[in-house]
């Protein structure tokens, strides 16, 4: 919903060793690797970030899709969890963190419908997102997701407020 208001923007495209579910494409919803391609690329520094989720599957956002963006002349947005997030923070200057979260029914409610967890991988999310409400004080911003509407739109005036001293700024990035 945000890029659909703020056309500038583009989200990156995450990396993933988990496996890829059906309709989806390798480039569009994720990079799909191997346990081995990611360690390579680990090794290699090729991660801005990453992490073993507790699906135990790895996420990562490759530095390459943040210079693939910049080079088009777009506004980066990274849709990562909060470790991640806290340490771009820590190593890209000019980053902006915005925290988005909604309440722990809601979060669980939206779990069970999705219907791609078990019931331990739905417990085992929730108990994440407890720990990760307790770090929502550390981000610039935080955003209620508790309507959809409402939110995208408190969202876009956040990206637009700290977007706009640099629009024609190569590379700068945001990550909710």
Request: proline share 2%; charged share 30%; hydrophobic share 45%.
């Amino acid at each position: 919903m945000l890029v659909e208001r703020m056309p500038q923007l583009e989200v990156a495209v995450s990396a993933t060793t988990r496996a890829r579910r059906e309709g989806e494409v390798d480039g569009r919803e994720y990079w799909f690797l191997t346990e081995e391609e990611f360690e390579q690329r680990v090794q290699a520094g090729a991660f801005l970030e990453w992490v073993v989720y507790v699906s135990g599957h790895r996420y990562g956002t490759l530095a390459s899709e943040i210079d693939r963006i910049a080079a088009e002349g777009r506004v980066c947005v990274l849709e990562l969890e909060t470790e991640g997030a806290l340490a771009v923070k820590r190593t890209v200057p000019g980053a902006v963190t915005i925290f988005i979260t909604a309440s722990l029914a809601e979060l669980e409610r939206r779990l069970q419908m999705r219907a791609t967890e078990s019931a331990g991988e739905i417990d085992e999310r929730l108990d994440l997102a407890r720990h990760q409400l307790e770090q929502a004080n550390e981000f610039d911003h935080v955003v209620l997701n508790d309507d959809r509407e409402r939110a995208a739109d408190e969202l876009a005036d956040v990206v637009r407020t700290a977007i706009r001293p640099s629009l024609h700024a190569a590379g700068t990035m945001l990550r909710p």
